[in-house]
């Protein structure tokens, strides 16, 4: 039952092959019994998962048989979970139990989705690996002792172990594509603004957005079909209307244009990874699609731009967590500062710490125009590359990552040498466009992606694409020796 | 850019993190090591760019003048670490 | 040493709203503590803004009336700083581009005079919540109801010249706020708060001398004394060889005197940018025209009318049209009595004591405006006297009826019958036979007392009934025989 992908999941229980809570059941236990070496979980619902999954059986035996009725999920912990810990892997909210829920929680479980808990991931969305949890870090199951990528690390280990078969996760600035990458799952980050942001904790308002890790293109769009849409409370929330996925899923490649950035293949990428990315470009051009180089001239000052607004963002979006309405205080506070420093220095991990402290650098008197403003420009300028890229091809095409997971603990002393393993990914952030990255090889047991970007709103043609080249070639439907 | 333990001082207390020294040195180090990284965005010459704060480039929506929310005060004061009355407790603040 | 002194006002205007800013959460005043404050207001984890287009209309409407340019777009800042009340770690305003741009304000001094004063700007934010320091034994307990009220923020450019000004000028918004019903004006319940910034300089110097800023100083009288107690200080300091140092200070009634606040944001570097959880405002000029067709009258220019219109002096305009309760009031008054003389007499008289006395204000008159005007046009075709017409008055305000009835109840009218009256008068010289031959054996200058003496045992013996006027000329008639 665990090796099934979503989609098959919802055939199976629609033909009662098995109810809703056999495979509850049966996931929990693979997840007692598997999560402790891989710790991708932080809140198991095992109760209440049984409870939704014994109603959700009870609704279809009364004759409602509504395709996402049933099916199990597990959620990034920054999604607000009412009743449930939601806890950004962080000591500041190691005791918060939220008091309502995410739009995208909602809609999943009124479409019938099951929730089994909450999933694993860098502080606050801070840190490309998972290393930053103030639970510890995700495994990533291909090999134990690397990462799996971040800051949806937990959601990547879950799914790609066969603990749970999708998840959500978020990118703000490749969170969702990386670990994707690393664990060989297909991940989505749909356009800003497509999913809304209401309840989901913000790291960095104008760069997050909500996603899926699934095992391959068509549960992806299940998924965003489920949460697509405009949220009024979210006034990022574009009013674009919502494409039907799943019926442009099987359309030929064939006319395709798919753009190949020279900048990225640069000597910053590994030669190996260079390798997967031309055997896929092979297949896509049996497909039918054809290619064309273009020039992203202001890719090198991505990340550079990337993280001065992330962490510029971050440094206030972060100034709530203050002890005094929720979260955690310090103890015997001596006064008013004292409450602030002590609370604030004891719930923040370092990442965190550093990164607020950057953000709060580049907005202070004297330095905004030089890192902000400036940053923002670089923004415009990256925007503006896509936007006439994209007046010559319909998607852009390349590595996901410039190299392969990296061991546990050995980046954790070079915050900058992990940044710029982002440089493929923070740019689609930066425009907003969508991007997915999809398993198209494996180096060293270690599995590969192959990132797709595509034009404001058109996940359905990242979806296709993806579809069709899962259709032909069968690294998303392996599994980790032992899951 | 090098930052100067003085600056990092200050930009600690600036976002109220209470910082002991050993954390200030490191901080110190790995933040000046970030510095650098960007500012190699003053390579490129953004004189004519104007900023962009979102991409979606869209007008804010307007919400009508009407009351939406009730009062959950005791379910939303269960998360709060030190309340009286209704109110939450912070140590005494003097002007 | 000749000192002028530069002053300059931010005022901070609750708009009168039924929602917050950026939540649906209830304004009204009042309410137990913290039952007024959503998700949003309590900054929880991925809560989000949404913007309520009635302050929107609101500043647009204030804008248009201080003449002040609306621009195409305007947008949210944040003003980042740590405090209590502020839950979210950072204050949404707004910074380089605000709502309202440049305008201007005129306003009328006390010798009658109108100065313009320039308005830098006005903005949007929201408010903060409170704090309350008693009961907790060294703790403070913070009420978040307030917090996400919407506040506009009214600049004045450095152009006040003097206290009286900085209290015109207050004044003068504070009827413009109320006249657009875009804020309720009450400084009592911290609805109209002002900030002064008050600098010296040597007299004819043009470079400004350093400012210190007057926090949140909720009367008109306070801001007055506020001022002056600060221009003092600063003097003093200066004549003794010190400076000015630029801080905030409070102004504390019981001692009259402004104190250095304990430097809450002075260290403080706000780290302003745009907010990225909302987007540019777009204000169509299409909104603003039709904004500008629902304007009211506005108080400067009601006030000019009715200088023009009723020949009042610019004191007692401004005073009637302080607000648009108070203008309609007298505008009806005058047009049942047909003399606005007579109407502001009493209204600006009479009626204004009775209001105050009774501690109400014109919203709710005991004498309504038809009744005065009824009781004015008695007056003017002589059915009573000035004096009795107080006596009615007092009657209508105890609910006696209207003027018509409480005469005829009361028998007040006034006689003019000239027989009566010289009937009457011979009684009176009569009575007082020896006054008379003292009256005519006397020269114009003690006359003019003794004449006093008759008119009022004429008054008494008609008990204030007989015309005034009559009574004057035929008395004086018949002394001179």
Redesign the interface.
């Known amino acids: 039952m665990h090796q099934l992908t979503l989609a098959n999941i919802s055939k199976a229980l629609a033909a009662k092959q098995f109810s809703a809570r056999e495979l509850t059941s049966h996931l929990l236990s693979r997840i007692e019994q598997l999560d402790p070496q891989l710790n991708s979980f932080i809140t198991v619902s095992k109760e209440s998962a049984l409870q939704q999954a014994t109603a959700a059986d009870e609704l279809r035996s009364s004759g409602i048989n509504a395709p996402l009725l049933g099916l199990p999920i597990a959620h990034k912990d920054?999604?607000?979970t009412e009743g449930v810990r939601?806890s950004?892997a962080s000591k500041t909210?190691d005791n918060?139990?939220?008091?309502?829920t995410?739009t995208v929680v909602d809609k999943l479980n009124t479409a019938g989705f099951i929730s089994l808990g909450k999933l694993n991931m860098d502080e606050f969305a801070m840190g490309s690996s998972g290393e930053t949890s103030f639970y510890g870090p995700s495994k990533n199951p291909w090999d134990t002792q690397r990462i799996p990528g971040g800051s949806s690390s937990g959601s990547a280990v879950a799914v790609a172990a066969r603990l749970i078969p999708v998840s959500t996760g978020s990118d703000s600035g490749g969170s969702i594509r990386q670990p994707a990458a690393f664990t060989g799952l297909t991940g989505i980050k749909p356009t800003?603004?497509r999913i809304s942001?209401?309840?989901?904790?913000?790291y960095?308002?104008?760069l997050d957005q909500a996603g899926f890790l699934a095992h391959n293109a068509e549960d992806c769009a299940m998924l965003l079909q489920a949460t697509a849409g405009f949220d009024?409370?979210?006034?990022?929330s574009?009013q674009q209307p919502v494409d039907d996925y799943a019926a442009t899923l099987t359309q030929p490649l064939k006319g395709l244009r798919i753009g190949l950035p020279k900048e990225y293949f640069s000597s910053d990428l590994d030669s190996r990874i260079g390798d997967v990315v031309n055997n896929s470009i092979e297949q896509l051009k049996q497909l039918g699609a054809t290619f064309v180089e273009i020039s992203l001239p202001?890719l090198?000052?991505a990340?550079?731009?990337y993280?001065?607004i992330a962490s510029?963002?971050a440094?206030?979006n972060?100034?709530?967590f203050?002890?005094?309405?929720?979260?955690h205080?310090c103890a015997d506070?001596?006064?008013?500062e004292?409450?602030?420093?002590?609370s604030?220095?004891e719930a923040?991990g370092k990442e965190v710490?550093?990164r607020?402290?950057?953000g709060?650098?580049?907005?202070?008197?004297g330095y905004?125009d030089?890192?902000?403003?400036?940053?923002?420009?670089?923004?415009?300028?990256i925007?503006n590359d896509f936007v006439s890229a994209f007046k010559d091809v319909d998607l852009i095409l390349g590595p996901t990552t410039p190299n392969l997971p990296w061991l546990l603990g050995s980046k954790t002393n070079d915050?900058?040498a992990a940044?710029?393993e982002d440089i493929y990914t923070v740019p689609a952030n930066?425009?907003?466009?969508p991007g997915l990255s999809m398993p198209a090889g494996m180096i060293d047991g270690l599995p590969v992606g192959v990132q797709l970007l595509a034009p404001?709103f058109q996940e359905a043609r990242l979806l296709q694409v993806a579809h069709q080249f899962q259709q032909h070639t069968d690294w998303h439907a392996r599994t980790p020796a032992g899951f | 850019m090098a930052l100067k333990r003085c600056d990092v001082e200050k930009l600690a207390y600036l976002a109220r993190l209470g910082m002991d020294d050993t954390q200030i040195d490191n901080t110190t180090a790995s933040l000046s090591d970030v510095l650098g990284m960007i500012d190699a965005m003053q390579a490129v010459n953004t004189d004519t760019i104007e900023p962009l704060a979102n991409p979606l480039e869209a007008n804010q929506r307007l919400r009508p003048d009407t009351v939406t929310e009730s009062n959950h005060r005791d379910d939303y004061q269960t998360l709060a670490p030190a309340v009286e009355n209704g109110l939450y407790l912070v140590p005494k603040v003097i002007d | 040493m000749q000192w002028e002194t530069v002053i300059g006002l931010e005022i901070h205007a609750q708009l009168a709203t039924n929602t917050k800013i950026f939540s649906g959460s209830s304004t009204t005043f009042g309410a137990e503590p913290n039952t007024q404050a959503s998700l949003i207001d309590l900054a929880m984890p991925g809560t989000l803004p949404v913007l309520n287009q009635e302050a929107v209309r609101m500043a647009c409407m204030f804008g248009l009336a201080v003449d002040a340019h609306i621009a195409e777009h305007n947008i949210f800042a944040r003003k980042n700083y740590f405090y209590p009340d502020l839950p979210k770690g950072y204050q949404t305003s707004q910074m380089d581009d605000p709502i309202v741009g440049v305008g201007h304000m005129d306003i009328a001094l006390e010798d009658g005079s109108i100065k313009r004063v320039g308005i830098t700007r006005a903005h949007l934010e929201e408010d903060a919540g409170k704090s309350l320091h008693e009961d907790f034994s060294g703790m403070t307990g913070i009420d978040l109801n307030r917090a996400g009220t919407p506040l506009l923020e009214i600049v004045s450019e450095p152009e006040l010249s003097n206290a009286k000004e900085a209290v015109a000028y207050a004044k003068a918004i504070h009827t413009l706020v109320r006249y657009l019903n875009i804020c309720d004006g009450n400084m009592a319940e911290g609805s109209f708060r002002c900030d002064c910034n008050v600098s010296i300089r040597p007299k004819g110097q043009s470079t400004l001398g350093t400012r210190t800023e007057i926090k949140n100083v909720n009367s008109f009288r306070f801001i007055e004394r506020a001022i002056n107690h600060e221009i003092q200080r600063q003097i003093e300091l200066i004549e003794d060889g010190g400076k000015v140092t630029q801080e905030t200070r409070l102004y504390d009634p019981s001692k009259d005197e402004t104190r250095s606040m304990r430097s809450k944001e002075e260290a403080n570097d706000y780290r302003y940018f745009p907010c990225p959880d909302l987007l540019p405002i777009h204000i169509p000029r299409e909104m603003l025209e039709e904004l500008r067709t629902h304007l009211p009258e506005l108080p400067t220019h009601k006030r000019e009318r009715f200088e023009k219109e009723f020949g009042l002096s610019t004191y007692d305009a401004s005073v009637l049209s302080a607000s648009r309760e108070m203008a309609n009031y007298f505008e009806e008054v005058e047009k049942i009595c047909q003399d606005a003389k007579l109407a502001t007499n009493w209204v600006m008289g009479e009626l204004s004591s009775l209001l105050n006395k009774e501690n109400l204000d014109i919203t709710q008159p005991p004498v309504s405006a038809k009744q005065l005007g009824g009781m004015l046009l008695r007056i003017k075709d002589n059915t009573i006297s000035g004096k009795i017409a107080k006596m009615v008055f007092e009657a209508m305000a105890a609910g006696e009826g209207d003027a018509d009835q409480v005469i005829e109840q009361r028998g007040l009218k006034q006689v003019t019958d000239s027989g009566a009256i010289e009937a009457m008068l011979d009684d009176v010289l009569a009575a007082n036979a020896e006054q008379v031959e003292q009256y005519r054996a006397s020269d114009e200058n003690k006359r003019g007392k003794m004449f006093g003496f008759f008119v009022g045992q004429a008054m008494r013996a008609s008990k204030g009934k007989a015309n005034p006027q009559q009574v004057n000329d035929l008395l004086k008639k018949k002394l001179e025989q």
């Open positions: 920054l999604f607000c939601t950004c909210l918060f139990i939220a008091p309502y995410a800003y603004g942001r209401w309840g989901m904790t913000a960095a308002s104008s009024e409370r979210d006034s990022t574009s202001s090198p000052h990340v550079p731009a993280y001065v510029a963002e440094s206030t972060l100034a709530r203050d002890g005094v309405r929720f979260g205080r506070p001596k006064n008013l004292d409450l602030y420093l002590r604030r220095d923040f710490k550093r607020i402290m950057i709060t650098y580049a907005l202070s008197t905004y030089a890192y902000y403003l400036k940053a923002q420009k670089i923004r415009r300028l925007k915050p900058v940044y710029l930066l425009a907003g466009i404001y």
